[in-house]
Structure formats: structure tokens, C-alpha cells
């Protein structure tokens, strides 16, 4: 499908940067962390596009995926029943910089039935983990208007769909909201406000649950003070115990705690790039012990040692710790020739940590350029 560029006010991060505008310019610079989980969605989203304009699964597409597409597949298949000629778009991009620059983005599937003069716009979400709601939807929203404004199909109504195949919801894996075209005219106002606010050099920056997935969370000052405030919470004198207060607390702790994992992410991604933080330094992780062969190892076990097959062996051989306890520290010396030191990775860590430092990924490439 070749590489889609963002938009940094872009429907799929609307519900963060019309609720923290401030955001945006704060994110300026700052390299986006992918996740397996987004790469995977972007897999499955390439692949269904694929699949709905004649392309066969590829062979590398797992059964469960193909099961969660399939979903989508067979949702537009037949919606596209009661399509006007060329009534159905795949993969639709749109542009409204009428509007606002800098607002675009791209529809997975449009769909305009002409009898009922509905168009539908369909977003297919492969995520299993955070159910998505489709009633005033910013992001379907954002869609819906795109669609209607760029294909130009005489409808009535936009009813947005949400197919999320793989994340449990009481209305199941098809959700559907209809709105009428005027009132989707009515949502321009909303979205010029809420971009034209991104551009204020003094745009608050708002802590919430859109923290989630913003780029700049790990450097964000009012996130870190919002951070600082509850851990400074004291619940121990008895006269000062709110257990409303508590629980406000408890609620925001998963977005505290994906803020602490986001800085520590970002901190490590500087140091790659050569700029290390004061005080810290880039180590190897400490290294696992593996077998060099596996096959190998389990022939010479079987020739030091009086032990079944199913002794060191359950659906694959037992890992060298489990297996030098199994047999104790001084039979395990027999066989350790079979065995490697493997190190994941490298991780950042205080100076006063003993393991050597590293040079950063960056330095590295630069002296191989030269």
C-alpha cells in the first residue's frame, strides 16, 4: 500500500488534540514509537484492502487475522449490495484543507446507497484490546465528513459503522450511528475550532486518557506535574483519608503508569540518537543463558544423563536455568559447553551501573558512514 504519511491533526488522534491542543506543537520533533500492536493493525488494514479489490490472503497472514478481516471483509461485501455505480470506495482519501491545512486523512471503506440516499463509512479497527464507541465518534466523525465532502454523493444521512471483530462489546463487532447531513455540515465548526487552536503559541496542554498514545507524552511538563501531584497523595492520617480522592487516584494510575513507561521510552530512543541523558549511559542487558542447538543439547543430555525424555523435555526442551536446577549446579557443568550467554538488547541505566557503556546506535552508524 506504500507509506502513509500522518497528518499531525489527523482524524485518528482528534480525540487527543482537540481535547490538549497543546499537543501538537509539543510533538513537533519527536520521533513516534511504533508498537507491535500498530504494526499489526496496519498489516490487517493493508490486507483487507488487498482482499477487497481482488487480491488473495497472503500466506503469511495468521488464522486469526484472517478471521478478524474476514469480519470486515464480508461487512462491506454486503453492504456493497445496495451501492450506486461506483458507489463503493476503498481505502477513500480525502482532503479538507478548505477547512483548515493540515486536515486529511484516508476512510477505509465509503459506501453510497442511493435508494435510501445513505452514504456509509466504515472504519475497521483490529485492536483486541480497548473497545471503541461509535455514537459521536470524533474520528468517525472526522471521516464521515471527509467522505461526504470529497465524494460529493447526494445523501441524506452518514451512518458511520465501527468493525472491531476481536474486542469484546455488548452491541457486538458491528456498531453502527446515523446523523443527518446537516447536522454532519454542523461538525465543520467543531473541527476548524478545534484546529485553529492547535496553532495558539500559548495551546494548554490537558492530562486525560488521550495521554494514551501521544508522542510527546514522555516529555510533557503538565503530564509530569499532574505525575509529581498524586505521588505526593498521603492517605495514612485517619482525618485526612478521602476515599473519594482515593479512587480519583486509582483512576488515573493506568495513564500515570503508561507515562512513566512512555518517558522511559523516549529516554532510551535519545540515547540511540547519541544524546544521553546527564547522569545515564547505554549498557547491554544482562545476558540470558540459551543453547547454541537445541537438537544438540538434547543428545548430549540424553548421553550424561540417566534422565526420560519427558524429564528435561515438555512441548520443547527445558531452558538452561531449568534445567541446571533440575540436575544441580555441579552435573550441569557437563554439558555446559552446549551453552550461550545471549543479550536482548541494550537498555539505559544509571552511571553508577558496573556494565560498560555502549556507543549509541547513532554514533555507531556515523562512524560506518565515514
Not at 452518514?158 to 461538525?187: K, Y
Not at 498524586?230 to 480522592?245: I, Q, V
Not at 541494550?346 to 556494565?355: A, C, F, H, I
Request: glycine share 6%.
Amino acid at each position: 500500500m506504500g507509506e502513509v504519511i500522518h497528518s499531525p491533526i489527523g482524524a485518528s488522534s482528534m480525540y487527543r488534540w482537540s481535547k490538549c491542543p497543546g499537543s501538537v506543537k509539543l510533538s513537533v520533533g519527536i520521533e513516534s514509537k511504533s508498537s507491535s500492536y500498530a504494526e499489526e493493525g496496519t498489516l490487517a488494514h493493508d490486507i483487507a484492502a488487498g482482499v477487497l479489490m481482488g487480491d488473495a490472503y497472503p500466506n503469511d497472514c495468521t488464522e486469526e487475522m484472517k478471521e478478524a478481516i474476514e469480519v470486515y471483509v464480508q461487512l462491506v461485501k454486503e453492504e456493497a449490495k445496495t451501492a450506486a455505480k461506483e458507489g463503493c470506495l476503498i481505502e477513500k482519501a480525502f482532503d479538507l484543507g478548505t477547512i483548515h491545512p493540515g486536515l486529511y486523512g484516508t476512510a477505509d471503506c465509503v459506501i453510497f446507497d442511493d435508494k435510501a440516499k445513505t452514504l456509509k463509512v466504515i472504519d475497521y479497527k483490529h485492536g483486541a484490546g480497548i473497545p471503541v464507541e461509535v455514537e459521536n465518534n470524533l474520528q468517525l466523525l472526522y471521516y464521515g465528513l471527509g467522505a461526504l465532502l470529497s465524494t460529493k454523493f447526494p445523501a441524506d444521512r452518514v451512518e458511520l459503522i465501527v468493525c472491531q471483530p476481536r474486542c469484546e462489546h455488548p452491541d457486538g463487532p458491528i456498531r453502527r450511528w446515523s446523523i443527518e447531513t446537516m447536522a454532519m455540515f454542523n461538525f465543520i465548526g467543531q473541527l476548524k475550532n478545534a484546529a485553529e487552536k492547535t496553532e495558539d503559541p500559548n495551546a494548554p496542554l490537558v492530562p486525560g486518557d488521550h495521554c494514551r498514545f501521544c508522542p510527546a507524552s514522555g516529555v510533557c511538563p503538565s503530564l509530569q506535574e499532574k505525575a509529581l501531584a498524586m505521588a505526593k497523595e498521603e492517605f495514612a492520617p485517619a482525618k485526612s483519608y478521602d476515599p473519594n480522592r482515593l479512587s480519583q487516584i486509582l483512576e488515573w494510575l493506568p495513564r500515570l503508569e503508561a507515562w512513566a513507561k512512555n518517558v522511559r521510552e523516549f529516554a532510551y530512543r535519545e540515547a540511540e540518537h547519541g544524546r544521553t541523558p546527564p547522569g545515564y549511559k547505554l549498557v547491554q542487558k544482562r545476558a540470558t543463558r540459551k543453547w547454541k542447538n537445541e537438537t544438540e543439547a538434547e543428545k548430549a543430555i540424553e548421553k550424561f544423563y540417566r534422565l526420560s525424555h519427558h524429564d528435561f523435555h515438555d512441548t520443547k526442551i527445558k531452558s538452561p536455568a531449568a534445567f541446571e536446577k533440575l540436575v544441580g549446579k555441579k552435573d550441569f557443568k557437563l554439558i555446559e559447553d552446549q551453552i550461550e550467554k545471549v543479550s536482548s538488547g541494550n537498555t539505559l541505566v544509571p552511571e553508577s551501573d558496573k556494565r560498560p557503556q555502549i556507543e549509541s546506535s547513532a554514533v555507531s552508524d556515523f562512524e560506518q558512514l565515514t
